[in-house]
């Protein structure tokens, strides 16, 4: 096993072989300098290995993207569920909208991968089906956690869980766009208008 981690990211967090090597740098690459420019013999470099050896793992270049957006997702999911293990700990949902703020956007380098993969899915039929994989996944997680913390009766957790992806999603954007976004403000405002419906 290789010592070496991914340095812009943290979707893998274990000693790397080389495939998870492969698809860390390649991680790191997308966020950097996108998906047009990111090429096997760029990822080849970045992760000292011969472009054989990724050719080896992956067909093609879209086959690696592939891989990442599903560590992508699967850390993704992996943060929901430490989501929703603590919500069912305490119980209190402000305390959980703002955990959920420490953890969705501690890495805004998640969401500059995820847009370029959203640009990418939709003129790619195959990364677009990964792409709402991925969204849907997201989305039940959180519509688990807003029945779990729901105070009325009635409420379509899975509308609301639809909105609040969407605007994760937003918030994110507008912040990436514009360093002087007051991402803080915007959050609590949302967290506001869910307990309102909830």
Known sequence: MDDQTSEGGNIITEPLNNRDLIIAKTHDLLIEHGIKATS????????????GLIHYYFKSKEELILAVLEEAKRQCLQDWDEILRRAKDIQQTE???????ERLFADLDMYRLRFELYSNGLNNSTVK???NALLQEEQR?????????????GVNHEAIAATLTAAFDGL?????????FDLNAAYETLSEMYLSFT
Do not use: F, M, N, Y
């Open 40 to 51: 096997i013999k760029l990822v080849a470099q970045a992760a000292g290995v011969a472009p």
């Open 95 to 101: 305390h959980v909208l703002k955990l959920g703020k």
């Open 129 to 131: 089906s990964h792409v």
């Open 141 to 153: 997680k959180i519509a688990e956690l807003s029945t779990l913390l729901a105070r009325k009766e």
């Open 172 to 180: 994110a954007l507008r912040k990436l766009t514009d360093e002087s």
